[in-house]
């Protein structure tokens, strides 16, 4: 049996929960920290069981994953579920909760200091904090991928999305700096930048009609990215040949960004 897990840090739905799928499949054992709603829990539960058919160990904790109290909690719990010479050997970073709130407007609310603070906490400082955490509890492996999610926000202004995109940009740069410091560690670092995806967190972004419909007209391929595309590259970054790639972003969009 295998003795590497996967924690997933928001793997209820979209990437993170195409992620959890692909990597129970190929034989990790899944730890998931998510935050929603008991009305959804019959169907996440349903998706969850969905892994444990792979034949692999599934705890998940219906927690907030930004509390700094929790997650020591959560920690400590992992620790005690986690078997003898059993390590978490990747963690992946999909929390999305952030303002999608315009910068200007005459008519709606604006970006506020705190929406920006709430934003880059969830969406980046929490990378940073969990790895922290785990380092000094001593769960990660002697070989630990850590891989986390960025968009084409990272560079192109949007509406709406400058919050998330100061985030984005952070997450970036604490990623490159985890991969240059927790390096002794065995750790390795990377961003996918995935193209446009129809997920839960994408579709409450304003205006993500004409941003879907632009993306189609850009990719060669003529399609969407989808949550499965990205999973397919986490999984490839998991493996042994690709254990000398880190602090980088690599784009997964097939080609979208192109043009």
């Not at 999305?96 to 400082?125: C, H, R, V, W």
């Not at 189609?216 to 490839?236: C, F, M, Q």
């Not at 690709?242 to 784009?251: H, L, P, Q």
């Amino acid at each position: 049996m295998s003795k590497n897990w996967a924690l997933i840090l928001g793997g209820s739905n979209g990437l993170g929960l195409a992620t959890a799928k692909k990597l129970g499949r190929h034989g990790y054992h899944i730890f998931i920290v998510h935050r929603d709603r008991r009305s959804d829990a019959e169907a996440i539960e349903s998706a969850f069981e969905e892994i444990r058919n792979f034949g692999v160990q599934v705890k998940t904790f219906n927690a907030d994953a930004l509390n700094s109290d929790k997650r020591s909690e959560l920690i400590q719990e992992m620790s005690e579920v986690l078997p003898k010479d059993h390590k978490i050997s990747v963690l992946v970073h999909s929390i999305a909760k952030g303002s999608l709130k315009p910068m200007y407007s005459e008519t709606n609310s604006t970006l506020s200091d705190q929406d920006f603070k709430i934003t880059f906490e969830a969406m980046a400082l929490s990378l940073y904090d969990w790895t922290k955490a785990l380092v000094q509890a001593g769960l990660f492996s002697k070989d630990s991928r850590i891989i986390s999610f960025t968009s084409e926000g990272n560079t192109k202004a949007m509406p709406n999305y400058g919050a998330v995109s100061v985030a984005k940009v952070a997450l970036e740069a604490l990623t490159r700096n985890i991969a240059l410091e927790f390096a002794p560690m065995g750790i390795k670092a990377n961003c996918i930048q995935a193209g446009i995806t129809l997920t839960k967190s994408f579709q409450m972004i304003p205006g993500q009609e004409k941003i879907k419909e632009h993306a189609l007209k850009r990719n060669p391929s003529g399609r969407l990215t989808t949550p499965e595309d990205v999973a397919n590259a986490v999984y490839l970054l998991t493996r042994e040949e690709a254990k000398w790639i880190t602090g980088t972003v690599i784009k997964v969009d097939g080609g979208e960004s192109l043009r």
